[in-house]
């Protein structure tokens, strides 16, 4: 679906060569500054947006349909918190990591590691979170020092350009907005940026990573999500309820991180599955419609394609297209129907019960995808338990996924859903390069350097076995093999 006008491709391609270019120079002045320089003027970008929250509220509802509620939620509140954190501890993380170099062998040395930007980063991003998923990659690279380009999605342009503007008053073109579609986000990896970050679907984050590829450009990649929630017998089964509907239904399911399968404890099925029922119906009033007719057909025909084969509705309908579909909970799926195997992207989960935990956990692991998890339970060394079981790259127990909002948190997933991380001081370690700076003080010849001798073989040895067995007489049998090697260096250097 396209809201731009098309344009030739080369024009496609020189804007994304521009937007690139101009980040690029840029770049090296903004690089040049402190980090604590940059995150003051990260600062006055947030005061940017945030004196403008209520207009930026506005606009993500009207192009994402979010009721206020979350576009406060989930994207004006996790923006102010991202620069808080990342200005606040960002040049700490930053700071240069003094290397350990052994003394003995290798005397007068010092080395440091430090944390380079990588240059220009194009951050690839979805409709369904326009502002805080970016946002978590836009903030801690500027900080770093890098330049950014924002591909935002054709869905939520507005929202992208927005952004960009905000920070653009104050930071000039270090950050950088392209407005087109999927065209414009191969363009932008064509015009060979230093790393790609893409938030997206797992088949076009598949394409974007082989051009990446190609081009050897280090590329990040988050993606889809299946997410199971474990519900053990022992549950406190109101909370427990209450948290999975909100994991189902929030942004419409519109989550790479929604609930899409619940597998439940026989034991505690007759009392769950009625409170879980209750708390899908009581949350429809407030679930929005999907964001694309596109999206509502993809989940509609999971949900038709699973009841053809067998499975029934426990709430929710098909409806109208003109009305909002509601929470639609499904049992008797299928474990080949694509509503277990696929990611939905819907206001939908299946539902399945099962006799332990060992089922529970093969149920939760029975998918390609691997972001995140849950494990509901009152005794939690047990849940605990369960959850290092499952296969993914992020578990919470007795919640769901709302640690995408801690910017100190890294989320993070395997398999089909990507390699990437985004948040956290682990994400810096995509957003940056390790750069090593040695400075060294000797004054004398390495005991390594040429010409090599019988002394150098035996002081090699000494230092195998000083490896080996550790110890006083090792290192002075050490010291001594040196003495004699630089002795032998100095007697050939005199011929
Ligand atoms: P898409 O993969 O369709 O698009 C993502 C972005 O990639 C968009 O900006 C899109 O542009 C752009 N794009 C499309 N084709 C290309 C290409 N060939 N090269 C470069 N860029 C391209 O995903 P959706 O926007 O539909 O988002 C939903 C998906 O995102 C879901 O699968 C969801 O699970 C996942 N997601 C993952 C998250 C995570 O953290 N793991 C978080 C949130 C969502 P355009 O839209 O303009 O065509």
Redesign the pocket.
């Known amino acids: 679906?396209?809201t731009v006008q098309s344009e030739p491709t080369s024009s496609v391609a020189s804007r994304a060569t521009d937007l690139v270019a101009r980040a690029r120079a840029a770049q090296q002045p903004w690089a040049a500054k402190t980090p604590e320089q940059r995150a003051a003027m990260l600062r006055q970008a947030q005061q940017a947006i945030l004196a403008r929250a209520a207009e930026l509220a506005e606009l993500i509802g009207a192009e994402t349909k979010k009721p206020l509620a979350e576009s406060y939620s989930s994207e004006v509140l996790g923006v102010a918190d991202l620069f808080a954190y990342w200005c606040k501890y960002g040049p700490g993380l930053l700071r240069p990591r003094k290397g350990k170099v052994p003394s003995l062998e290798m005397p007068g040395k010092t080395a440091w590691v430090e944390r380079l930007p990588r240059g220009v980063v194009v951050c690839?991003?979805?409709?369904?979170?326009p502002i805080s998923?970016p946002m978590?990659t836009i903030v801690p690279a500027l900080l770093a020092g890098n330049a950014v380009v924002l591909?935002?999605?054709?869905?939520t342009?507005g929202t992208g350009r927005w952004l960009v503007d905000a920070m653009h008053t104050v930071l000039g073109d270090v950050i950088g907005v392209a407005d087109?579609?999927?065209?414009?986000?191969?363009?932008?990896?064509e015009a060979g940026p230093d790393q790609?970050v893409?938030?997206?679907?797992?088949?076009?984050?598949r394409?974007?990573a082989v051009?990446c590829a190609e081009r050897g450009i280090p590329c990040d990649?988050?993606?889809?999500?299946k997410d199971c929630a474990i519900v053990l017998d022992d549950a406190a089964v109101e909370r427990t309820a209450a948290g999975i509907a909100w994991g189902i239904v929030t942004n419409a399911g519109?989550?790479?991180?929604?609930i899409e399968r619940v597998a439940v404890h026989a034991a505690v099925a007759g009392k769950f599955v009625p409170a879980l029922v209750r708390e899908l119906q009581r949350a429809a009033a407030d679930v929005p419609e999907l964001v694309t007719p596109a999206?509502r057909h993809l989940v509609e025909s999971h949900v038709r394609d699973a009841l053809d084969r067998g499975a029934k509705l426990l709430t929710g309908e098909l409806t109208p297209p003109e009305q909002p579909l509601p929470p639609l909970l499904l049992t008797d799926v299928d474990r080949d129907a694509p509503a277990w195997k696929d990611?939905s992207?819907g206001p939908v989960a299946v539902l399945i019960v099962a006799n332990d935990d060992a089922a529970l956990v093969a149920l939760a692991n029975d998918s390609r995808y691997g972001?995140g998890a849950s494990v509901w339970g009152g005794d939690l060394k047990r849940a605990e338990q369960v959850a290092r079981q499952v296969r993914s790259g992020m578990v919470w127990v007795n919640n769901h996924s709302f640690t995408?909002a801690v910017p100190d948190l890294p989320?993070v997933?395997l398999g089909d859903?990507?390699t990437?991380v985004?948040n956290s001081p682990e994400a810096l370690e995509h957003l940056t390069r390790p750069h090593l700076l040695v400075i060294d003080r000797a004054s004398a010849l390495e005991a390594w350097w040429y010409p090599y001798g019988p002394a150098m073989v035996e002081l090699m040895k000494t230092v195998v076995d000083r490896q080996r067995s550790g110890g006083l007489g090792a290192t002075l049998r050490t010291l001594k093999a040196l003495k004699t090697r630089m002795a032998e260096i100095a007697r050939a250097r005199q011929n």
């Open positions: 679906m396209s690839i991003s979805p409709w369904n979170y998923l978590r591909k935002p999605s054709e869905i342009p087109g579609d999927g065209e414009m986000g191969a363009a932008l990896v790609v893409f938030t997206g679907s797992t088949r076009t984050g394409k974007v051009a990649l988050e993606l889809g999500g519109q989550n790479c991180s929604g999206q990611e992207f972001l995408g989320w997933g859903s990507g990437g985004t």
